[in-house]
């Protein structure tokens, strides 16, 4: 990238150029899953968009650390944990282990590591124990409180007001209502049956937002650059973690926050109640690509709204295959081209990527950068039909697009080598696995059409195909498909 990275830093409320605290490395926080479910689509709006920034600081040239807590103790897992007659550990494992499928399953790129919450119960007790001793946590009925007043900076991430801060009491609950501002648990007494553990704190189990803060630092640092996580989670978690590993080390904490935006369904929220959550194995299960529904999730830019709709991922669907059709058209022209060119490709290509660069460096304007992509998508298809392409400017062409595809991960993954095959008497070029019985028949028929010149006819046949995931292309040198 030779642009300059620009982020939106939420406790500036502005875009800034990003500097790494250690040239050529950057250390980032992600809020992960509290896996008590599936993970649903809003969920993988997030995850997809932290897979980004993490491909675009590398790309950018930076050696990143990544980390992603799991939150495997809080009332939600505890209750599920209880209502499935398990231990928490079992409950908590399967949607930890679902969680991994789908992100290998959207091509996420792996955190460095992913920490669980109830295997660092040891240093949430030592930061507790500082808070303690700075006198910004006190000790009722065996629990331990944040005293939020005694951290005059509370709230400067959000903007609180005053008059906000004047709430007193104490809150239990790791989910409370943002119009409150109380002090918060750090350690939670057990009597009861819950889960819990003996330690020098007594017998009890860690608040939620105390996770985060001992995690982050324990595998980043007192201060590390960039944290991430949900809009939702600004108020009351981030402040939170704010108060209590600033309250605890005395050092600055995260220097950049970076928030994204929720997703809804068809212009609505999404809720279980109104029947329009979706998870993505039940997206999948429905027979969507995987590669369009991270296409989807990542087309806009992370700080707006994202309006999820079936037409909507339709359209992402299409977007991918003209991407792969484009990549398709480029390896099996080459060989046919001349040796140099007008010129235009190589033009269309520097401004191409210099849109696409200056795009993700904006603060990753991902739609930016995609219509920069389709930009040249359109002219790559233009001289082709031209014969105005040389074999280098279309290896040129193809190189980038592969390059670019690092950062959105959608095109077909197999490596695409062409093989002939015989078929009804004509030889067709096969790229990929191998298509159904009842395709090859399709592509045959579609042959006989085109050659009949009933081009109408082959262009229904063609999207018939695609409905079904084999592209097919037609080439100076033959018909062939691929099955994406």
């Given amino acids: 990238m030779t642009a300059k990275l620009r982020l939106h830093n939420s406790w500036s409320r502005s875009v800034e150029a990003f500097e790494s605290?250690?040239?050529?490395?950057?250390?980032?926080?992600?809020?992960?899953?509290?896996?008590?479910d599936y993970a649903h689509i809003?969920?993988?709006?997030?995850?997809?968009?932290?897979?980004?920034?993490?491909r675009v600081l590398e790309w950018a040239g930076y050696e990143v650390t990544l980390v992603m807590n799991i939150t495997d103790v809080d009332d939600k897992t505890i209750a599920g944990a209880q209502k499935a007659g398990q231990t928490l550990r079992e409950y908590t494992e399967r949607y930890a282990e679902a969680f991994f499928d789908d992100l290998r399953t959207l091509r996420i790129e792996p955190a460095s590591c992913y920490p669980r919450a109830t295997e660092h119960i040891e240093d949430m007790v030592a930061l507790v124990e500082q808070l303690l001793e700075r006198g910004l946590a006190y000790e009722q009925d065996g629990s331990v409180y944040f005293r939020v007043g005694a951290f005059p900076s509370y709230g400067k991430l959000t903007r609180l007001d005053a008059e906000q801060l004047r709430s007193t009491g104490r809150v239990e609950g790791d989910a409370y209502d943002k119009e409150n501002v109380r002090d918060f648990a750090l350690w939670k007494a057990v009597t009861n049956d819950e889960p819990c553990w003996e330690t020098r704190l007594g017998r009890g189990r860690p608040?939620?937002?105390?996770?985060?803060?001992?995690?982050?630092?324990?595998?980043?640092?007192?201060?590390?650059?960039?944290?991430?996580?949900?809009?939702?989670?600004?108020?009351?978690?981030?402040?939170?973690?704010?108060?209590?590993?600033?309250?605890?080390?005395?050092?600055g904490f995260a220097r950049c926050w970076l928030h994204c935006a929720h997703l809804i369904v068809d212009g609505?929220?999404?809720?279980?109640?109104?029947?329009?959550?979706?998870?993505?194995?039940?997206?999948?299960?429905?027979?969507?690509?995987?590669?369009?529904?991270?296409?989807?999730?990542?087309?806009?830019?992370?700080?707006?709204?994202?309006?999820?709709?079936?037409?909507?991922?339709?359209?992402?669907?299409?977007?991918?295959?003209?991407?792969s059709e484009v990549v398709l058209r480029l390896q099996a022209s080459i060989a046919d081209l001349p040796d140099t060119g007008t010129g235009g490709a190589q033009r269309a290509l520097q401004e191409a990527a210099g849109g696409f660069a200056r795009a993700l460096a904006d603060d990753l304007n991902t739609s930016g950068a995609l219509g920069h992509m389709f930009t040249l998508v359109k002219a790559t298809n233009s001289l082709l039909d031209e014969a105005s392409m040389g074999r280098g400017e279309a290896t040129d062409i193809l190189t980038w697009f592969r390059e670019a595809d690092h950062i959105w991960a959608v095109l077909p993954t197999e490596e695409l080598i062409e093989r002939s095959v015989e078929l009804a008497?004509?030889?067709?070029?096969?790229?990929?696995?191998?298509?159904?019985?009842?395709?090859?028949?399709?592509?045959?028929?579609?042959?006989?059409?085109?050659?009949?010149?009933?081009?109408?006819?082959?262009?229904?046949?063609?999207?018939?195909?695609?409905?079904?995931?084999?592209?097919?292309?037609?080439?100076?040198?033959?018909?062939?498909?691929?099955?994406?």
């Fill in 21 to 36: 605290l250690e040239p050529g490395r950057v250390s980032v926080y992600a809020c992960g899953p509290t896996v008590y």
């Fill in 42 to 54: 809003g969920n993988f709006r997030f995850n997809v968009w932290v897979d980004i920034l993490h």
């Fill in 207 to 251: 608040g939620w937002h105390l996770e985060c803060s001992a995690m982050s630092m324990k595998y980043l640092g007192n201060t590390f650059d960039i944290h991430v996580g949900g809009i939702d989670l600004m108020f009351p978690h981030h402040e939170n973690e704010i108060a209590q590993s600033v309250g605890a080390t005395g050092e």
């Fill in 268 to 323: 609505t929220k999404m809720s279980k109640s109104l029947g329009n959550q979706y998870t993505l194995r039940e997206l999948l299960d429905a027979g969507h690509d995987p590669a369009a529904i991270r296409y989807l999730l990542a087309s806009v830019n992370y700080r707006k709204q994202l309006n999820f709709t079936f037409e909507a991922l339709s359209q992402a669907k299409a977007a991918v295959t003209r991407l």
């Fill in 425 to 484: 008497g004509s030889t067709l070029l096969a790229v990929g696995p191998p298509i159904p019985e009842q395709d090859i028949e399709l592509v045959v028929t579609r042959m006989k059409a085109r050659a009949e010149r009933d081009f109408s006819a082959a262009d229904e046949l063609r999207e018939r195909l695609l409905e079904h995931g084999v592209v097919v292309e037609d080439t100076p040198r033959g018909t062939r498909w691929l099955r994406r």
